[in-house]
């Protein structure tokens, strides 16, 4: 079984250990509104953004098949809930979705599944909240509307509302979704591990393009020697 994810998460886990968190209610009962697709929250209409500016603004999805690591569906807050947050927040979302065992197949398939994962944050759309994802500035900001807010909006109905289109996915077992606005956290040091997670995806689609490849001169070779599974995958691919 594959563990290519797994040391980062780790990592991650013992970013967070200092830091006090507040265990959300898990509900499918959550009663907030999906918009059902894209809509503009301007700037007269907004109560503060997260991650607004040069603030942190971080959001990932990794996978995982340890149980140990997301044994069930959690939501877990760092810091101040929405409805305690009254100007721009630094910010970072980070969901660890836990699939089963040999489920997500091999070459392209499991390529695209981790992505059809990630993709998840595309299609939610929570009235009030909307998510600013800059790909190439691997940035996720997200605008926070005043009727949401004055409606009792909070991460407890993200959360779930997340939770709930992740488990659309007939692979999800589990997932822990972790929301961070913390200002005393180490968010550089959570963007370093986000980037290898990434990369680490990027890695996976390399050896699947090309799998003549010289790993010598590949410049994703130093991800291939620290991940475990990585090279599995990469010469079993060859083999095959």
């Not at 009962?29 to 500016?53: T, V």
């Not at 009792?152 to 659309?168: P, V």
Request: with cysteine; glycine share 8%; proline share 3%.
């Amino acid at each position: 079984m594959m563990k290519l994810y797994d040391d980062v998460i780790k990592e991650i886990f013992s970013l967070l250990q200092p830091y006090f968190s507040q265990r959300m209610e898990v509900s499918r009962r959550h009663s907030w509104k999906d918009a059902g697709k894209e809509h503009m929250i301007l700037r007269n209409d907004m109560a503060y953004e997260l991650g607004g500016g040069n603030l942190p603004a971080l959001g990932s999805m990794m996978i995982t098949m340890e149980e140990s690591l997301v044994p069930e569906d959690e939501v877990l807050l760092y810091g101040k809930d929405l409805g305690e947050i009254s100007a721009d927040s630094v910010y970072a979302r980070i969901a660890l979705v836990r699939v089963k065992k040999d489920s997500l197949g091999e070459g392209n398939d499991l390529y695209q599944e981790i992505r059809r994962l990630e993709y998840v944050k595309y299609h939610l759309f929570p009235e009030g909240y909307m998510m600013r994802i800059s790909a190439a500035g691997e940035r996720e900001m997200v605008r926070i509307g005043r009727k949401a807010l004055r409606k009792g909006l909070g991460f407890f109905q993200i959360g779930n509302m997340f939770l709930e289109a992740y488990h659309r996915n007939p692979r999800t077992e589990a997932v822990k979704l972790i929301f961070i606005t913390d200002p005393k956290f180490p968010y550089q040091e959570l963007e370093t591990q986000m980037k290898k997670g990434e990369q680490i995806t990027k890695a996976i689609d390399h050896i699947l393009k090309d799998l003549a490849m010289d790993c010598n001169v590949c410049s994703l070779k130093q991800i291939c020697d620290e991940v475990e599974g990585m090279k599995e995958l990469h010469f079993g691919t060859v083999r095959k």
